[in-house]
């Protein structure tokens, strides 16, 4: 299980979430956020402190965004594991599914 960031964190990445994260695995892409699978212990301190909600516990997403699961999984595919988000800073793509997005407005 982990926790995935889904829609309403396009465009608008404000990062109030990584500072929580004890151990450093939510990566920045170019137009939204990404929580490592394997990297999140689940802990959960992310999830309140997302001004725009939108970050879930893999079971609780709700279904509309239900591909933002796989989303965050194939992000890393070329990436591995890195083993920490603040050495990589922003990296420079987004998901496919998510680049290919029209710009989202900041009123979700
Ligand atoms: S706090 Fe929410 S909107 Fe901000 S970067 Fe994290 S997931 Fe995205
Ligand atoms: S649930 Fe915890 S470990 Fe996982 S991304 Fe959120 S803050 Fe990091």
């Given at each position: 299980?982990?926790y995935?960031?889904?829609?309403?964190c396009?465009?608008?990445?404000?990062?109030?979430?990584?500072?929580e994260?004890?151990?450093?695995?939510?990566y920045?892409g170019?137009?939204?956020?990404y929580?490592?699978p394997?990297?999140?212990?689940?802990?959960?301190?992310?999830?309140?402190?997302?001004?725009?909600?939108?970050?879930?516990?893999?079971?609780?997403?709700p279904?509309?965004?239900?591909?933002?699961y796989?989303?965050?999984?194939?992000f890393?595919?070329?990436?591995?594991?890195?083993?920490?988000a603040?050495?990589m800073?922003?990296?420079?793509?987004?998901?496919?599914?998510?680049a290919?997005?029209?710009?989202?407005?900041?009123?979700h």
């Amino acid at each position: 299980m982990t926790y995935v960031i889904a829609q309403p964190c396009v465009d608008v990445k404000d990062r109030a979430c990584v500072d929580e994260c004890p151990v450093d695995c939510i990566y920045e892409g170019k137009r939204m956020l990404y929580i490592h699978p394997d990297e999140c212990v689940d802990c959960g301190a992310c999830e309140p402190v997302c001004p725009v909600e939108a970050i879930f516990y893999e079971d609780d997403t709700p279904e509309q965004w239900k591909s933002y699961y796989d989303a965050n999984v194939k992000f890393f595919d070329d990436l591995g594991s890195p083993g920490g988000a603040a050495k990589m800073g922003v990296i420079d793509k987004d998901e496919p599914s998510i680049a290919a997005l029209p710009p989202q407005n900041q009123d979700h």
